[in-house]
């Protein structure tokens, strides 16, 4: 079967696609959505937290450590850094998580070459902004001496959303770094112009 894509079949504009010395391609949406479903999840989560960290609602879900989450997540002294912020901790979590998955479905299937601006700025709020969140929730027991289910799920979600979100960052970088080699505009590579 060929597709109107210039005559060439299915299998042929699909590896057309997949970066140079890559076997797949990690902009293809198969890799993106499971990270946007994750970060969904994620959000949900945090989301729950933060309504329970402002008080909207009077009990959080927590099966497995008892009083562990308001422990961390009202009664700590990272919890309590952010009171007098217009957004507690939680509700920045659930915004990073909203910003993954907005920046996740963003582009098509070549914009690790036709938007790397979008690839990078996905890859911060999932690489560091991740990296992070694995860190508070190490943080639990060190720190608090308690553990938070939600938070629990919060850390592995972010932790299983890095490794495929570098993979398209790379492909990105790699990208950049043949553009230049060229002789060819880094800048306009990185915006996508003339692409």
């Known amino acids: 079967m060929t597709s109107s894509l210039d005559g060439i079949g299915l299998a042929d504009a699909s590896r057309a696609e997949t970066p140079p010395g890559w076997s797949v391609n990690p902009s293809l949406w198969s890799q993106r959505l499971p990270i946007v479903a994750l970060a969904l999840v994620g959000g949900a989560a945090a989301t729950w937290l933060a309504l329970f960290q402002q008080g909207f609602v009077d009990t959080i879900w927590e099966p497995f450590f008892?009083?562990?989450t308001r422990r961390i997540v009202i009664e700590s002294e990272f919890s309590r850094f952010f009171e007098n912020w217009p957004i507690r901790d939680a509700g920045i979590g659930a915004?990073?998580?909203?910003?993954?998955?907005?920046t996740g479905v963003i582009g098509g299937t070549r914009?690790?070459?036709t938007m790397p601006w979008i690839v990078i700025i996905f890859g911060i709020f999932v690489g560091p902004f991740g990296a992070m969140s694995v860190m508070l929730t190490i943080f639990q027991p060190v720190?608090?001496?308690?553990?938070?289910?939600l938070c629990l799920v919060s850390g592995v979600i972010s932790l299983?959303?890095?490794?495929p979100?570098?993979?398209?960052?790379l492909a990105s970088l790699q990208h950049l770094k043949r553009e230049h080699?060229?002789?060819?505009?880094?800048w306009a590579?990185?915006?996508g112009i003339n692409r």
């Open 66 to 68: 008892g009083d562990g």
């Open 95 to 102: 915004l990073g998580y909203l910003a993954d998955a907005v």
């Open 111 to 113: 914009r690790w070459k």
């Open 143 to 149: 720190l608090y001496n308690a553990f938070c289910t």
């Open 160 to 163: 299983a959303m890095i490794g």
């Open 165 to 169: 979100a570098v993979d398209e960052v």
């Open 181 to 186: 080699r060229s002789g060819r505009s880094v």
């Open 189 to 191: 590579a990185f915006w």
